[in-house]
């Protein structure tokens, strides 16, 4: 952990960035509309363990890691499968298979850089062919402005697994903290189809329910299923688990995961096994981001490809300009909502149920006269982020 300099910095940030939601009333459909259909089973569903080396979980022996998931309610260990362009033996068919056998079901995951997308692409196929249940792409600080090696890969990865395989997006969870991170390609459309924000709460140094509500609000505007990843390296205390795991069961969620089998301990092999109760009277905020003119970054990049999916014209730039106020008002005074102009509430609830323009981005590429085509980079890809909630240190490679 820092030092309490930065975990008051972290604070302040996180406080000044729930100080702009949209909070609307609290509602029972917490995960809210989506115009996306997820697969008929979902894979991640349950409760999850993170493996980095396997030979760090019980030996390495499928008999072992499957016995001690048994007895702490786990149901789905998620293996790395492979780092850039490389891929790791440690995720083999036999081991897949044997754990399988003895009731797991088990997805691999990969770490990608965006250096040479087509074969990081062909690393994620390859661990799909050795039997995985799904894939879980961990695209982190690397892949920041990489628009067009996010499209690329996607794509490629795509074409060689299929529209419909599973696929999760694990990465920042503070989506405003990231404004040139490609959050909408990963989980647009042909994306992933589910989300995994990297939710480490005492990394972050906040709260457990500071840090969810703000994962949650800020990530939700891209409509996939929310399965968030929790922590229990570092040492965080019993209750902290319990009540991430509550969090996740109020707000409707159908699975959460943790890194990492190898840092957990004693106490927190304890906590995330076995039941929890709901919480009484707690009800999530039907809350989405608010943006108005002026705002910049990936989120107003994804709000304009609603737009235009929607029939209503903006240039899809990352900049919420003139244009594209001119379309939230054309949209809300078609749906006799009040006309600000913003990105409010009751206008994400609308722009959610149209589907998204496809864009295939690159580096300055011309833009076709018809048709999803491509798209110079946007604007919005230069920015810088605006803090790492989740410092070097503790990222993944």
Not at 140 to 157: D, N, P, V, W
Not at 363 to 368: L, R
């Amino acid at each position: 952990m820092a030092a309490s300099g930065r975990t008051r910095a972290a604070l302040a940030a996180c406080s000044a960035a729930l100080a702009v939601l949209a909070l609307g009333a609290p509602s029972a459909s917490a995960q809210g509309p989506s115009p996306f259909t997820p697969p008929a089973s979902n894979p991640m569903r349950g409760d999850g363990m993170w493996i980095w080396y396997v030979n760090r979980a019980q030996g390495g022996k499928a008999k072992g890691i499957a016995a001690k998931a048994r007895n702490r309610g786990i149901e789905v260990v998620l293996i790395k499968s492979g780092d850039a362009g490389t891929t790791w033996r440690q995720f083999s068919p036999s081991l897949v298979a044997n754990l399988k056998r003895r009731g797991l079901r088990v997805c691999a995951w990969q770490f990608v850089y965006g250096r040479n997308p087509v074969a990081e692409a062909r690393v994620g196929a390859a661990s799909v062919a050795r039997g995985a249940d799904c894939l879980i792409i961990d695209a982190e600080g690397h892949y920041e402005g990489r628009y067009e090696e996010a499209s690329t890969y996607m794509a490629t990865l795509r074409g060689l697994i299929g529209r419909d395989y599973p696929l999760g997006l694990a990465t920042f969870p503070y989506v405003d903290y990231h404004p040139a991170f490609p959050y909408s390609v990963f989980l647009g459309p042909g994306g992933a189809q589910y989300n995994l924000p990297q939710l480490y709460w005492k990394t972050i140094g906040a709260k457990v329910d500071e840090a969810f509500v703000h994962t949650y609000v800020f990530n939700r505007a891209y409509g996939r299923p929310i399965l968030p990843l929790g922590q229990v390296y570092l040492n965080p205390k019993k209750k902290q688990i319990k009540r991430f795991r509550r969090l996740a069961l109020a707000h409707g969620m159908e699975g959460v995961s943790w890194w990492s089998w190898q840092h957990a301990g004693k106490r927190q092999w304890k906590a995330v096994g076995g039941g929890v109760k709901p919480l009484s009277g707690y009800a999530p905020y039907d809350s989405f981001p608010f943006l108005t003119l002026g705002a910049k970054g990936d989120l107003v990049a994804w709000a304009q490809q609603l737009l235009v999916g929607g029939g209503y014209s903006t240039p899809i730039t990352g900049y919420f300009e003139s244009p594209t106020e001119a379309a939230v008002l054309a949209l809300q005074a078609s749906r006799g909502l009040a006309q600000t102009g913003d990105l409010d509430v009751p206008t994400w609830n609308v722009l959610l149920t149209f589907q998204p323009q496809p864009v295939r981005w690159t580096d300055g590429g011309a833009v076709p006269a018809a048709g999803p085509g491509a798209l110079p980079e946007p604007r919005s890809a230069d920015l810088p982020a605006r803090a790492y909630e989740i410092p070097p240190p503790h990222r993944r490679r």
